[in-house]
Each structure stands twice: as C-alpha cells, then as structure tokens.
C-alpha cells in the first residue's frame, strides 16, 4: 500500500488521479446526457422512468455509481490539494507574468469553475438522487410493473424559472470547464500523439465543451416550456 501513499503526496501522482477520475466523470457524463434525451420523447416520461429504473438496478451500474461518487469526491479533493500547495510554494506572484497572454480563460479559472460544479452536483443530486433514494416519489405503471416517477421530479424542478436558470447557467460553467479539462487530461497522462491529439483537441473543444452542456441545458429549457404550455 505504500504506492497509494506516495502517489497521493506527490503533486504528479496527485495531478495524475485528477486526470483520471476527470475522464471517468467526462465518460460519466456521455452516459447520463445521452440517457436523459429520452426526456424528449413525448411518450409521458416512460423512456425515461424505464432507463432511470434500469440505471438504479442494474449491479453493475449501481457497483460503478459508487466509484462515480468517490471520482466526485477525490477529484475535487486533489484539486483543492494541488491548489492550496501551488498558493503556498508561490506566496508572492511573479512580477511580470502575463498570464492571459499564454493560457486561455478557462485553463486559468478551472478552481472556480470546478467549484460552481462542485455546488450544481450537490444541488442536483438533492433534487433528484436524494429524492429517488429517500424521498416520496410518486409511482407510475407500465404494463403492470411499478416505477419510480422521476419523470414528475423533473417536470416539477424545471417548472421553476429560478431553477432552469441556473442549470443554464451552470451548464456553461461546465462547457468552459471541459474545454480545457478534457485535452488537459491526456497530457496530465502523457498521452501525445500526431495523429490522435488533434482529435483529443476537437472532441475536448466542440463534443464535450459545446455539445454535451448544450444537450444538458436543453432539458430544463424544454421542460420548462412543456411546463407552462409554451410548446
Ligand atoms: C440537465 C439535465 C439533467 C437531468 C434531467 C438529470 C437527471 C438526473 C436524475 C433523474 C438523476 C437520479 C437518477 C439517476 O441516477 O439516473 C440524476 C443523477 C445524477 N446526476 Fe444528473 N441530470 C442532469 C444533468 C446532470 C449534470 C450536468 C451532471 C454533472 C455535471 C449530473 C450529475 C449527476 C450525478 C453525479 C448523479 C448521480 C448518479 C448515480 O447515482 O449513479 N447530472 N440526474
């Protein structure tokens, strides 16, 4: 176990788990977005009651949520780490350094950006995860089997103007905040190549920073205009 120790006190090995529960949470996210479209679909939620159900029974998937959990956990721990250790081995910024000159935006404020995330996460799993576990979810019935009605949850948390708001709003936190974790991510791992970091680049920039927090704001966007007969 002394490797565990040692790659958790050294700032690469700390940067490393970073990298790597970042790309888990980036593959995370592929799946949840993908598996929530099926609030789209206009058959009064159940698509979407049927996979949330098979996402919270299937064992394999339930056995990877708590490694999801722990990637939350440790990958927002590393960072407040490697943050706090930064500050203190350079207590006097450097006199002419230009930062905005040689790093994008999003680089120079992942600390703040992954805090906004941090905050929507505990939010959002309030709303939903915690409601789901231990709260009193209506049911539904399809074919004689009972659901959890989390299709319900949904439409009653987005009916609100102040809460779809601020999913937009955090879902732009969340584009700036792959579009430079994702490529980042890679290079933390050593991994460059000709052909493939251009492709990295591209997926980080347009799949993950522009595509993904699109879809996710077009969800309580939708819903909100369901809502309120708007659509
Ligand atoms: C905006 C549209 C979104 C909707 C409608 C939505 C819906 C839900 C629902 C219903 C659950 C509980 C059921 C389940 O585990 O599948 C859930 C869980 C969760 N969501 Fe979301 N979500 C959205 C966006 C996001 C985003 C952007 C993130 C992360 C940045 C996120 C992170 C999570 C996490 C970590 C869980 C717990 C998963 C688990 O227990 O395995 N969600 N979401």
Redesign the pocket.
């Known amino acids: 176990m002394a490797w565990v120790t040692q790659t958790l006190s050294s700032s690469l090995g700390r940067k490393v788990i970073m990298s790597l529960t970042g790309l888990f949470?980036s593959t995370?996210?592929i799946v949840?977005?993908a598996?929530?479209l099926q609030?789209f679909k206009g058959d009064g939620g159940r698509a979407?009651n049927e996979?949330?159900y098979f996402?919270?029974h299937n064992p394999l998937?339930?056995t990877?949520?708590y490694l999801?959990?722990t990637s939350?956990l440790v990958h927002a721990l590393m960072a407040f780490i490697l943050t706090r250790h930064n500050q203190a081995s350079r207590p006097v910024k450097y006199a002419y350094s230009k930062p905005e000159a040689n790093s994008d935006w999003s680089s120079r404020n992942m600390g703040i950006l992954g805090t906004i995330?941090l905050l929507?996460?505990i939010i959002?799993?309030r709303t939903?995860?915690y409601e789901?576990h231990f709260g009193a979810v209506p049911m539904a019935e399809y074919d004689g089997k009972e659901y959890k009605d989390?299709y319900t949850?949904?439409h009653a948390a987005?009916g609100e103007l102040w809460y779809s708001a601020l999913?937009v709003l955090?879902?732009i936190a969340?584009g700036y905040h792959l579009a430079h974790g994702f490529q980042s991510g890679f290079q933390t791992l050593g991994i460059r190549h000709k052909k493939y970091t251009p492709v990295i680049e591209l997926l980080g920039k347009y799949f993950f920073a522009i595509i993904?927090?699109a879809a996710?704001?077009a969800?309580?966007i939708y819903?909100y205009l369901q809502v309120h007969h708007i659509i």
């Open positions: 949470l995370f996210l949840h977005m598996g929530n609030l979407f996979y949330t996402m919270t998937i339930m990877v949520s999801l959990y939350i995330l929507f996460i959002h799993m939903f995860w789901m989390l949850v949904v987005f999913y955090c879902m969340l993904i927090p996710f704001a969800m309580p819903v």
